[in-house]
């Protein structure tokens, strides 16, 4: 089971970027999927997710209103475009996915329910 994250890059403040989250030697729509980032010497944040029938999603205050996640199960794979960003949005970006259900809550963005990691990508939001 492997996820690949792509689309990070440097990219001015205000400007947008759109992340991909590809899945490989599984079927993703059984999965929810949640990203996560950490920049240098922070914890890792969630920042969004999205529940396995893409009925449900959460954000993190922080992006929430410039960061929109969506998922296109035939092509195996979970976006996350992000507009106006900032420098504090600067991070390597990872993907995750797990097979659980949180009923009542679609899904939830605590790195510790997700199974399933990427390698992540960097993000920076520079000048």
């Known amino acids: 089971l492997q996820l690949v994250e792509s689309g990070g890059g440097l990219v001015q403040p205000e400007g947008s970027l759109r992340l991909s989250c590809v899945a490989s030697?599984?079927?993703?729509?059984?999965?929810?999927i949640g990203w996560f980032r950490q920049a240098p010497g922070k914890e890792r944040e969630g920042i969004s997710c999205i529940s396995n029938s893409g009925d449900s999603t959460n954000y993190a205050d922080s992006v929430k209103g410039r960061f929109t996640i969506t998922r296109d199960n035939a092509k195996n794979t979970v976006y996350l475009q992000m507009n106006s960003l900032k420098a504090e949005d600067t991070a390597v970006y990872y993907c995750?996915?797990?097979?659980?259900?949180?009923?009542?809550?679609?899904?939830?963005?605590?790195?510790?329910?997700?199974?399933?990691w990427g390698q992540g990508t960097q993000v920076t939001v520079s000048e």
């Open positions: 995750a996915a797990d097979a659980a259900t949180w009923p009542g809550l679609g899904c939830v963005q605590e790195s510790s329910e997700y199974s399933y």
């Open positions: 030697g599984f079927t993703l729509n059984y999965f929810a």
